[in-house]
DNA sequence: GTCGGCATGATTGTATACAATACTGTGCGC
DNA sequence: GCGCACAGTATTGTATACAATCATGCCGAC
């Protein structure tokens, strides 16, 4: 690893970096992220960085064994059922209210969020795109002046790139852009009913192009895995 | 501060200890949480602290400030509504699945921490109270298997139990053990619709309770705190 | 040849030393 | 007497040293 060392790097910092590392795909789920390689890497000590992996462990981002280290978390099917069950109470409604509420300028910022991401898509950065992606939903939360709930959703999207990595099925990535498109529609006219519902139906859209069928549970599957 | 020093406390048994005082209102909101002190409170070094410290500014219980340390969170007006808002979306939806699926021994459960929140009012240990009074919301998220919501439900309900200590208005205390009792039945008939529109009603109850007209903002209180 | 135990190395857990920053009180100037 | 500057103190921020734990590979016994 490589870093810029001129730079010196905070806490916080350090868990933006490699949260985006992790939601553009670039850390695979399972990675072992250890200390020194960090410490390193950011050209700080084992303090900084043990402090960022904190950090993202509690947004499950990364996961803590003790004694062993920290590793890029793997969700399970059933986390994976539990955090879409979550983003679908809470999304919609959230949705609803940003309608509401929207201004051109919260328009503008939006459309700017799908306009990079078609730029990265056709660029074939799809890694970009997807965080692009996340961000739209997390940008919504934020309309609606609801910064609790956008914490929620921000981890939320962060741990869904997570099981996208392990359990995306789908290779046709334009379904996404044209739900935001569809969103947008709502959002210009302010018509909370039909971003409520269309924010529904995206996210199931979202769950049934994932592959939640998988019997990799990492802790029970041993046995099944070898059938026997 | 006094602790049993021949324990070896863990980060997270510090943690789970402070966030206990800080519901059961032993320790009020503002309250500076020293690093030394604490650590030779639990006979530990301060690297113990700090992470537990850090844990429990992520939950929004303890806010850090650079270079001045950390003390037990003030959330604003705002933020409080934030809060309900956010359990509104989360907790009836909950409920109704939590009905769908109780147990004789869920039920048993919910109905212990009933009682045990009796025997606390009657010793007259309202702190203790209000803990099981928040358990038992918790609880229900742990019934209905989604241990996701479950977390951010718990989270919701510590900073809750901040906001009560804030803004806390009605005095009469009964209303609370009226509404869980209510839930019961509903879970002992295993009727969702029910406990989703008690679960509605409970909260709206709750923020009607609290006294958020308030212009007790942290930074502008001061002056109007002393009248003049 | 395979399994189990042990030694070695690598990595994480914890404490502590030192540096940087913010708070407190005193003294000097006006 | 009042206000500002400065020094001293206390507290937090960061790095590092050491201890504890785990992983790896070798060697001997069966």
Redesign the pocket.
Known sequence: MNKIDTRIW??EEVAADLERAVLEHRLPPGT??????LAEAYG?????V??ALQALAHKRLVE???????FIAQPSVREAREVFEARSLLEPRTARSAAERMTGADLAILQANIDEEHTALDAGESGKALLLSGQFHVEIARIAHQATIEAFVSELISRSSLIIALYWRRRAALCETQAHHALMKAFTAQDGDTAEQLMKSHLLDLVASLDLRAVTEPATSLREALGR
């Open positions: 905070t806490t072992k992220l250890g200390e020194d390689e700080i000590s084992r303090t900084i043990r402090a803590l064994r003790r004694n062993r280290g920290a």
